[in-house]
């Protein structure tokens, strides 16, 4: 099924933003598209506001952050927020957000905070339309526009599209077998990211006798903020260890310690992560292992995005 991740549609190119420009993003234009289909809203656009428009920023009115147009003195808080539940029928679809950072509406973090009597502004406001896409899909993969530049974030929220997507193609209702499969082959993947918050997951869905809709929504949130946390070059030397075990049986002296190399390589940062891994699934190909071929982490999106060669 197609994954299905929503972006400010500028972003794409459009020419929606309140100068009529845009800011494409060549990842998700060039390369992203390649392997999900974009669901483009703009909430300026959205709630009825023309192109080229009068700015918006955001104030803090007796501490409570409103969305203004300083032109005019237009207050559409409301109706950027009134947005997101208007687009529930394609937010419900999607497994991911790319929004375009800065914006008053779509900007994730250090959105500018203005003082209205003084005209003083702080970065520290989160836009109006995300504030409620967060309480609507506390779960769904977010991420800006400028942050995926950086290649460790823009490979966590790759990631975590297509684990949210797997999460969201489970038959329902759920099953807890499901679930457990589910959560299993994420094991090296949380390892990675979070292992104390893999074990409690893992312990709560063991003790849960039926998966109802509470119990779903704390476990997927449990997990996505999990894989949120940055991985560690010491957690996935850890895993890579651990999966180098399974080869212990199979593999000559020599083969044994080239593969020991690399992976301390990679640990103290001479070869990238791609490097040893490389090399643990030429030996999975050669000795096939049912457990390791149903890991995420070996292969946890398509290869041609090129995420991992520069981590």
Not at 147 to 155: G, S, T
Not at 227 to 235: D, F, I, S, V
Request: proline share 6%; glycine share 6%; charged share 25%.
């Amino acid at each position: 099924m197609t994954i299905k991740v929503g972006i400010s549609a500028c972003l794409l190119g459009d020419e929606v933003r309140f100068d009529g420009g845009h800011k494409r993003s060549a990842f998700c234009a060039d390369e992203l598209i390649r392997h999900v289909e974009f669901v483009k809203l703009c909430p300026e656009v959205g709630i009825g506001m023309p192109v080229p428009r009068p700015t918006i920023r955001l104030e803090n009115h007796a501490g409570e952050v409103r969305a203004v147009v300083p032109k005019t003195g237009a207050d559409v808080t409301e109706q950027l927020s009134q947005f997101a539940d208007k687009a529930q029928p394609h937010l419900r679809q999607l497994s991911g957000y790319v929004l375009c950072a800065k914006s008053p509406s779509c900007g994730m973090e250090r959105v500018k905070l203005y003082d209205p009597a003084t005209g003083y502004a702080k970065k520290e406001a989160q836009g109006i339309f995300v504030r409620r896409l967060r309480e609507l899909h506390p779960a769904l993969p977010l991420e800006e526009d400028g942050r995926l530049n950086d290649a460790p974030l823009r490979e966590n929220f790759v990631m975590r599209v297509f684990v949210y997507h797997a999460w969201q193609q489970l038959p329902r209702p759920l099953k807890k077998a499901d679930v457990l499969a589910f959560h299993t082959e994420l094991k090296l993947l949380l390892l990675a990211h979070n292992q104390q918050q893999y074990r409690a997951l893992g312990r709560q869905l063991a003790d849960q006798q039926q998966l109802n809709d509470s119990f779903a929504k704390q476990y997927i949130e449990g997990i996505m903020a999990a894989l949120g946390q940055p991985a560690t070059r010491a957690n996935h030397t850890n895993v890579l260890q651990h999966i180098q075990g399974y080869f212990s049986d199979h593999l000559n002296k020599d083969q044994k310690a080239e593969l020991s190399t690399l992976i301390m390589d990679y640990h103290d940062g001479v070869q990238p992560l791609l490097a040893p891994l490389t090399l643990l699934r030429h030996y999975l190909r050669e000795f096939p292992n049912d457990y390791l071929q149903g890991q995420r982490y070996l292969n946890p999106y398509p290869a041609d995005l090129k995420l991992r060669y520069a981590l």
